[in-house]
């Protein structure tokens, strides 16, 4: 089927920078939005930033400013750029994508396993 394989993760102090990629491989027919959502221990998974195939962007207020999501629809990968990291950053940080799959034809949201990010202060 889909398979999302992120990378990127890590330790960094604050006011340091991490950069995400989220590689899509599979039966693909084509990607529609792709993004990124964190879950901290004890809250509730939350979007951090999307994109759309059109390259139209959004993101999470806390994160405004500071990162920046890309995508590269050739390599079928996003990227989640991370700048100015605070503590509150820390959390474990899940791609997504609205995948288009086939056979059959079947659009479907596809998760990858998610990747630690740990901001010490």
């Known amino acids: 089927q889909v398979q999302l394989v992120e990378s990127g993760g890590g330790l960094v102090q604050a006011g340091g920078s991490l950069r995400l990629s989220c590689a899509a491989s599979?039966?693909?027919?084509?990607?529609?939005?792709m993004g990124w959502y964190r879950q901290a221990p004890g809250k509730q998974r939350e979007l951090v930033a999307a994109?759309?195939?059109?390259?139209?962007?959004n993101y999470a207020d806390s994160v405004k400013g500071r990162f920046t999501i890309s995508r590269d629809n050739a390599k079928n990968t996003v990227y989640l750029q991370m700048n100015s990291l605070k503590p509150e950053d820390t959390a474990v940080y899940y791609c997504t994508a609205k995948v288009l799959a086939t056979p059959p034809l079947r659009l479907a949201d596809y998760w990858g396993q998610g990747t630690q990010v740990t901001v010490s202060s």
């Open positions: 599979g039966n693909i027919f084509s990607i529609n939005s």
């Open positions: 994109i759309t195939s059109g390259g139209s962007t």
